[in-house]
Structure formats: structure tokens, C-alpha cells
């Protein structure tokens, strides 16, 4: 057996004792939805195992009265299968804001990593593009890239904040931040880590360190040092 086919039956027992310690610890948090944990899990499999023979999205629909714990479960079961990173969650009820559809587009279309992602569409009833009685359909409205992503995974997309004037924008809020006493050391936020958290929308309910820039910014300032430098 090549060392090929090694790493990938390796990599397939460990996914699969993940993806079964996955589901015993959400049935501990979750309680009474046993049923509905392993079908998601059972889903989930062959997207997790083989996501290279993934050819169109794997989409997972999740019914339910609005608090009663489907992102969360979502959130948990991406924290468990080390896909935390991974994970973009877009409120399609927000027309701007860090969670709205095209915030997330702009994040996850500037993201060059080409790792499989989850992206979880929360209140996904205001995705609708027609209105009115006569089913008119909305025009200039970011969301309706959203068939595009669900349909095929692929969205033709312009930035809507280019390069350098989206990443003076970050620096800016950052440099408000260290005026409102926000410290940093060793690259993660040492003070008023709340008023930080609160300010660029981060859970951070463990208390785990924070990074001050995110990684989700790394690519991004190695682009503009490459253009300005010519590194």
C-alpha cells in the first residue's frame, strides 16, 4: 500500500471517530433532538470525509421556530469537526451590518484559501427576490447571489469595497479601538478584550485569547506589502 493510499484511509478513520465524538458530545448539549443530530451527522459524512469529490454544495435545510438552538447547533458542530475557522454565518434578514449576506460575500470571496467551507444561512425566509402582488422582482439586491452560491457554489463577484480602500477601513476601526484604550501584546488584545469583541462582532464566550488582526486579514496584507514592495 503507497503512502498515498495510507494518508487517505488514516485520514478517513480519523474523520470518522471525529464526526462520532461529534455527535455523542451534541446529543449531551442537545437534548431531545437525538433523531435530528444524526441525520445531520449521517449528512454531513461524505461531504467531511471526500470533499474533493464534492462537485455542487451539500445543503442541509433545519426547520424551526426562531431560538430554538439551529445555529447554535450548527456553530457547535463546526467547532467539533475543527471547522470553526471555516465557518462564515449570514443573517439574510440583514440588509448591512458584519452578518449581513454581502459583508460575508465580501469576507469569504476575499479569502483566497481554497479549503471547504460552511456557510450557515440564518433566516433564510427573507432570501425571497419577489415582492408584491404582481411578484415583482427586486431590483439592485446583493442577496439574490445567494441562488447563485446554493445552486452551483460559485457566485460571479465584484467587490463592492476593492483592495486597499475595504483594508483603510479595517485599519481605521482598529486605530478607534487603541484610542478607546484597547491594548495589544504579542499580537493578541490584552485590555477591554469586551469592547473589542463587541466592536468587530466576536464570540468569545470561552475567554480565549483574541488576535488583534484577524487571520482572515493575513492574505489581504500580503497582497498590498506584495504590490507596494514588490516582494
Excluded at 61 to 78: D, E, F, M, P, Y
Excluded at 169 to 187: C, T
Aim: net charge neutral; hydrophobic share 40%; aromatic share 10%.
Amino acid at each position: 500500500m503507497n503512502n498515498k493510499i495510507l494518508n487517505l484511509k488514516e485520514s478517513f478513520i480519523e474523520k470518522q471517530q471525529k464526526l462520532q465524538n461529534a455527535a455523542r458530545i451534541l446529543k449531551e448539549e442537545f437534548v431531545g433532538i437525538d433523531n435530528i443530530i444524526d441525520q445531520v451527522i449521517n449528512n454531513v459524512n461524505s461531504w467531511y470525509c471526500f470533499p474533493n469529490l464534492q462537485e455542487k454544495p451539500l445543503i442541509i435545510n433545519l426547520w424551526g421556530l426562531t431560538g430554538v438552538g439551529k445555529t447554535s447547533l450548527i456553530q457547535r458542530i463546526a467547532e467539533l469537526i475543527d471547522f470553526k475557522d471555516f465557518f462564515y454565518r449570514i443573517d439574510m434578514g440583514k440588509k448591512g451590518g458584519s452578518f449581513s449576506f454581502s459583508n460575508a460575500l465580501d469576507e469569504l470571496c476575499e479569502n483566497k484559501d481554497t479549503s471547504p467551507v460552511i456557510i450557515a444561512l440564518d433566516e433564510f425566509q427573507h432570501a425571497r427576490t419577489l415582492v408584491g402582488p404582481m411578484r415583482q422582482e427586486i431590483s439592485e439586491d446583493k442577496g439574490r447571489m445567494v441562488w447563485e452560491l446554493i445552486d452551483s457554489g460559485k457566485v460571479q463577484y465584484f467587490s463592492w469595497k476593492y483592495g486597499i480602500l475595504a483594508f483603510e477601513e479595517y485599519l481605521s476601526k482598529l486605530s478607534d479601538i487603541i484610542s478607546e484604550g484597547v491594548k495589544v501584546e504579542n499580537g493578541y488584545v490584552k485590555t477591554k478584550k469586551t469592547l473589542y469583541c463587541k466592536e468587530f462582532d466576536i464570540d468569545n464566550k470561552d475567554n480565549k485569547k483574541v488576535l488583534f488582526i484577524k487571520e482572515s486579514k493575513y492574505q489581504k496584507i500580503l497582497d498590498l506589502a506584495e504590490r507596494r514592495h514588490g516582494l
